[in-house]
Nanobody
Framework: QVQLVESGGGLVQAGGSLRLSCAGS????????MGWYRQAPGKQRELVAR???????NYADSVKGRFTISRDNAKNTVFLQMNSLKPEDTAVYYC?????????WGQGTQVTVSS
């Protein structure tokens, strides 16, 4: 089993920055993919950014140039640096780990961007 614990959410004004962290523990293998998804009220959960252990990244078009994903493989931790935040970035942000045939989710952290 794998546990993921997110931190770093909060309330910020438009144009501000936040940094999310997600620490994984448990039965973790190398070669996994870690990423961030978000879900706004009334909307489906969507990919924000994901990164393989080898460093390959994918970003949603809406966050390219503003958000940066990074990870520390030795600590099974993934980060999301969010700059130039917009009110439409308001959502619950979830960490996800994919390894072998399984996916694991964190409990989510709220990000609220005020205009």
């Amino acid at each position: 089993q794998v546990q993921l614990v997110e931190s770093g959410g909060g309330l910020v004004q438009a144009g501000g920055s936040l940094r999310l962290s997600c620490a994984g523990s448990g039965r973790i293998f190398s070669g996994n993919t870690m990423g961030w998804y978000r879900q706004a009220p009334g909307k489906q959960r969507e990919l924000v950014a994901r990164m393989t252990s080898g460093g390959t990244t994918n970003y949603a078009d809406s966050v390219k140039g503003r958000f940066t994903i990074s990870r520390d493989n030795a600590k099974n931790t993934v980060f999301l640096q969010m700059n130039s935040l917009k009110p439409e970035d308001t959502a619950v942000y979830y960490c996800k780990m994919e390894q072998v045939y399984y996916s694991y989710w964190g409990q989510g952290t709220q990000v609220t961007v005020s205009s």
